[in-house]
């Protein structure tokens, strides 16, 4: 299966601490891209990182990409509360339309 | 205003039973796809439509048939509706190109007695 692997499964930080998640994948990809799920919502999309890039800034957050290790990490950092949420990595290997591979998924959570 | 509506929120009904939940997204995509997550929080595609033509359809039992009307709305009916179909059914949708993200709706939580 091509279903990517997240880890920690579940990680529980303080509010203003660092907080790195990462995901590992088994085949080729097109891109990458992160997501967050907050409890009883939809996914809303973070960050997309290209298979040429290494890394990209999005305010607080800071994605990785290494190909050559199949893995790619989520830094986000000076956390909130507000940042309590499943994160899902997703690889797309298509070149046409996307099809997304949704990872198992890290969640996180911030205490006050 | 919503990008991405789905409905109903939740759906409660019994195995055997037909069902159909509806998606509409008004951000001019061309795309819409309809994922199932289990109760592990994995999420999978389950069919993707480009401009109301099928252009994936995963290992998903024929009791499930999406209908796109127009590029705006993707529907999906599910037949002879079994326990293993409680889930929570998400429906999104994303420009035609590559690189583009993905926006979801809040999704519909299907439960089955």
């Known amino acids: 299966s091509q279903q990517g692997e997240e880890d920690p499964q579940a990680l529980s930080i303080q509010e203003g601490e660092n907080a790195t998640m990462n995901c590992s994948y088994k085949t080729s990809i097109n891109n990458l891209q992160w997501y967050r799920q907050n409890s009883g919502r939809g996914l809303v999309h973070l960050i997309l990182i290209r298979s040429n890039e290494r890394e990209k800034h999005s305010g607080r957050l800071r994605v990785t990409l290494d190909t050559s290790k199949k893995s790619s990490s989520l830094l986000i950092t000076a956390s909130r509360a507000a940042d309590t949420a499943s994160y899902f990595c997703?690889?797309?290997?298509?070149?046409?339309?996307?099809?997304?591979?949704f990872g198992t998924g890290t969640r996180l959570l911030v205490s006050p | 205003d919503t990008a991405v509506s789905q409905t109903p929120k939740y759906l409660v009904t019994q195995m055997g039973n037909d069902k159909s939940i509806k998606c509409e997204q008004n951000l001019g995509h061309d795309t819409m796809y309809w994922y199932k997550q289990d109760s592990k929080k994995f999420l999978k595609i389950m069919f993707s439509?480009?401009?109301?033509?099928?252009?994936i359809n995963e290992t998903v039992p024929n009791r499930f048939s999406p209908k796109s009307p127009d590029k705006a709305h993707l529907n999906l009916h599910i037949n002879s509706l079994e326990l293993g179909d409680s889930a929570v059914y998400f429906c999104?949708?994303?420009?035609?190109?590559?690189?583009?993200?993905?926006?979801f709706g809040d999704g519909t939580r299907l439960s089955i007695l």
């Open positions: 999104a949708s994303s420009q035609e190109t590559g690189y583009q993200p993905q926006h």
């Open positions: 439509y480009n401009n109301k033509e099928l252009i």
């Open positions: 997703a690889t797309d290997r298509s070149t046409g339309f996307q099809k997304l591979v």
